[in-house]
């Protein structure tokens, strides 16, 4: 089985009203978009590997950037709520010095704080083990299970074929790769495994000690997208 994990093309943040909580897709973005369309089109293509799904957070940014993944590949995508990134702040209407000023202020907080996340907020440790249970759910229903020794990152029972196309976000693609190879959760999954916008990171499985493996190839690659539109 290969895993595709995509994090979303470059989203508007700022509207002409100042921020924007569930922004679509810049013009930049919707370029973006449409060269990972046809770079999963041509890797699908070249390598079949049995039945294609496609997963998308259902964020706005997540939405528009699997549109024309799905177009492209003929495959209706579906909506998993599990996929949606940690919550953050309102941020509707915000100018962008104070915006700025949120961040940096946030990215002071100690490891208790970090945990905490933003107030009234989910918090972090909810946020990974929502991803968590949600992947082992849906990965479940395709077959494969996490074997006994899942601090080792074993899985056992996972299908050799089929491709999962997985759409969401930084902090989700983060903690998606922790689950996936058996690591410690943290309070920063988009700072640990850092990825670009419309980056792909594939994961294949192998099979090891008796159990399967997903073997983490390649972070974040961008090869796909020309110079001036890598985003971050």
Wanted: no cysteine; net charge negative; aromatic share 6%.
């Amino acid at each position: 089985m290969e895993l595709l994990l995509v994090r979303h093309a470059e989203p508007a943040w700022m509207g002409p009203d100042g921020g924007v909580n569930d922004p679509g897709l810049t013009e930049r973005g919707r370029r973006q978009a449409r060269a990972l369309a046809a770079v999963v089109t041509s890797r699908v293509e070249a390598n079949p590997r049995g039945d294609t799904q496609i997963w998308v957070s259902p964020a706005q940014r997540s939405v528009e950037t699997a549109a024309p993944v799905a177009s492209a590949l003929g495959i209706a995508p579906q909506v998993r709520p599990w996929l949606l990134e940690a919550a953050t702040p309102d941020f509707t209407g915000m100018d962008p010095e104070t915006l700025g000023k949120v961040w940096q202020i946030a990215r002071r907080r100690d490891l208790a704080e970090w945990w905490q996340g933003f107030p009234e907020q989910e918090d972090l440790r909810t946020f990974t083990a929502r991803v968590a249970a949600g992947l082992e759910a849906d990965l479940a229903a395709l077959g494969a299970t996490r074997a006994p020794e899942a601090s080792a990152g074993l899985w056992q029972r996972v299908p050799r074929s089929g491709r999962l196309i997985i759409i969401s976000h930084a902090g989700t693609t983060g903690a998606l790769i922790a689950e996936l190879l058996g690591l410690p959760a943290v309070p920063w999954p988009w700072e640990r495994f850092p990825t670009g916008h419309a980056s792909i990171t594939p994961l294949r499985t192998t099979a090891l000690a008796g159990g399967v493996l997903f073997a983490l190839h390649t972070l974040g690659d961008v090869a796909h997208l020309p110079p001036e539109d890598h985003t971050r």
